[in-house]
Structure formats: C-alpha cells, structure tokens
C-alpha cells in the first residue's frame, strides 16, 4: 500500500532522521526481547532515561526474565525499585509477570490488543511493545509523542477530554508508515525526548520542521491543549526512628495510597501527637530536621524524631512500646536498605544523622 501525502512527510524524514540522529545505544534497543523492552518501556514512564539506565541494568541482572521475576516476592521486587519512583508501576509490573507465566505459558502476546490485556499494560505501551518486538502498524501517544503530533497538526482540542484524545489516536494512526515500524516508532519517541522539547523546542532541528503547523504558525508553545490541571494537596507527619541498639523499627505500608507496599517509619498525624506518645518512653530523643518531599500530586512534610531505646530495657518493656505502633519488626541498617524503602527514607538512614 502507497503511503499518503501526509504519511510522505512526516513519516519518510523522521524514520530517515532516526537512522543518523536518533538514539541507538540504549540497552533495550538492542533487543526484541519482548520481557526487556516491557520493562524499558514502564520504566521509562515519567522517568528520565539517565536514571532508568542503572535500574534497568540491576533489575535484569536479579531478574533475567519474566520467569524469574512471576516467582519473586513483592518485597524483592519493591526493593529493586526503590527511589525510581510511581511504585504502582513495580506492583503492576510483577502482576503482569504473573499473568504472562500463569495465561500464557511465559510467552508474551504478540499483539498490541493482547498486550494491553495484561495488568499495567495501558494502550500506548502495549503499542509501543508490538512495534519495537514484532513490527506491528500501531501507533503510540505517551506524552512526547502527544507534544509532537499536537504540534505538527495544530491539534488544538482538548486532551483532557476523551473523544478528543481518540481523535488525536486515530490521526497518529494515520501517519504510520507501512514499513520500518520500529525505527518510525524510536524516531517519534526520540524527537519528542531530544528535540520537540516542552520548553524551547529545537525547530531547526527538526526533521519534519517545514510541515509542522504549530512551527509555521509560531505556536509552539500552546500545544498539547489541556485543560484539565493536577491538583496539588499538602500533608503533614511525624514520623518515628525507633532504633534498639543498631536496629529500627519498620512497618509495612497499606496496600493503597502513597508507598503502598513499600516498608517505612511508623507514621503519626503531628509532632505533638508523636511526641505525647513517645513522651514517656526512655533513651535520648531527637528531633531531626524536617523536609518536603515532593510527589506529583502532593508536598508532604515530615518531621523525624529519633528515639535511642536503651541496651538495658527489658523485653515487657520494649513490648510494651511496639505494641503501641503499627505492626512491623526490628531490623538491622543493612537489612533495612535492602527493603524497598520510600527514596526519603533511604535518604535518611543513609545520612548517618545521630
């Protein structure tokens, strides 16, 4: 089938410009390995590539393949993810290795409609695995992808709103080419990542630059549309560094919510609702500095206070104290780094801070 006009000037440069400028040293570019470039792809969700590279790498070389990772606990898989962040990934991630071993005999399905079957596999992702693994015609629309096509079509409609945004899929199909899937798609991702910038995109640049309808219109900038804006929450806790000699009290967090499944400090609603706890607990406490952590959706501040349990107290007493937090166990600082701790919490133990 002849391409179009359109498919002419968009698809043609940008395969040809992927070939000379495109990225092409990237671990998961090397491979068709199906469980790899999973695993790039939800890696690299809202993710910069510089920090996925040493996560991806570590990740591989603890689980080789979807196998080895549908065996492994929840536990190890969140403590290879900590600090890389959105750990609902992590635990959709090893649900839908599960799946793939438990429904499919470990073998991943090899189109885009029976990759997003699997948990965690959205539209975009399973697309972007059919392209780069078995050369299938579809098309994807993360959120360089969206910037690019929104400013090469001047597609001003609004994003947020879902018709809209099925509209925007069906042009992105329409510019696919009828061959070379794979170097099209890393081509469209690559110029969205290094070229078609957010802020001060690099027109010039840009292999498609001449039919671009935002370029020649100078509206870059106003393109992709969306109206409906995040909103930001605030929050505020204590949280508790109960050590007993040279180990810690840590506590699994719920299973929803912020670090859900994650291990961490147990939480109080306010320094004065910790310290009224702690009040007539024995040892030295201190309270250390607080800080913001900054999440997508919310600022949370916390305020650590350091209890040091003496050698000397004995087991009813120590009883008596963690029976009063959530349940958990002690465990020493080593052991408690290779947990899958929240990137502020790792930090913290880290720091040395007495």
């Known amino acids: 089938m002849s391409a179009t006009p359109t498919q002419d000037r968009f698809a043609t440069p940008l395969i040809a ?85 438990a429904l499919h005999g470990g073998e991943f399905p090899k189109t885009a409609e029976g990759l997003a079957t699997l948990p965690g596999i959205g539209r975009s992702t399973a697309s972007a695995i059919a392209s780069f693994c078995f050369g299938e015609r579809v098309a994807i629309l993360d959120g360089n992808v969206k910037r690019v096509l929104t400013r090469f079509l001047a597609f001003d409609k609004d994003l947020a709103v879902p018709r809209h945004e099925r509209e925007l899929w069906d042009a992105a199909t329409a510019l696919l080419p009828y061959t070379d899937m794979p170097a099209y798609t890393q081509g469209i991702m690559d110029l969205g990542a290094t070229v078609c910038l957010a802020r001060s995109p690099q027109c010039l640049l840009c292999p498609v630059q001449a039919d671009c309808a935002a370029r020649r219109a100078g509206t870059q900038d106003r393109f992709p549309v969306k109206t409906r804006k995040l909103k930001r929450g605030r929050r505020e806790n204590a949280w508790l560094w109960l050590g007993k000699g040279d180990e810690l009290w840590l506590c699994p967090r719920p299973d929803t919510g912020v670090w859900a499944g994650l291990w961490s400090l147990p939480e109080f609603d306010s320094p004065e609702a910790l310290s009224a706890a ?60 290779a947990m899958g701790l929240p990137a502020p919490l790792r930090k913290l133990l880290k720091s040395g801070v007495t």
């Open 278 to 337: 702690a009040r007539d607990w024995p040892g030295e406490h201190t309270a250390l500095p607080s800080f913001t952590h900054v999440l997508t959706h919310l600022d949370w501040t916390l305020h650590p206070l350091r209890v040091a349990l003496p050698n000397t107290l004995s087991k009813k007493s120590l009883d008596a104290i963690t029976s009063a937090l959530p349940a958990g166990g002690w465990y020493g600082l080593d052991e408690a780094l």
């Open 17 to 101: 410009w992927q070939a000379t400028h495109g990225r092409h040293d990237l671990p998961w570019q090397r491979t068709t390995d199906p469980y790899r470039v999973w695993l790039s792809e939800v890696m690299l969700q809202q993710t910069q590539v510089s920090t996925v590279l040493a996560y991806y790498e570590r990740f591989l070389q603890r689980f080789p393949d979807v196998k080895a990772l549908a065996a492994a606990t929840q536990d190890d898989v969140l403590a290879l993810w900590s600090g890389l962040g959105y750990y609902s990934r992590a635990r959709n991630l090893h649900a839908c290795a599960k799946a793939v071993v």
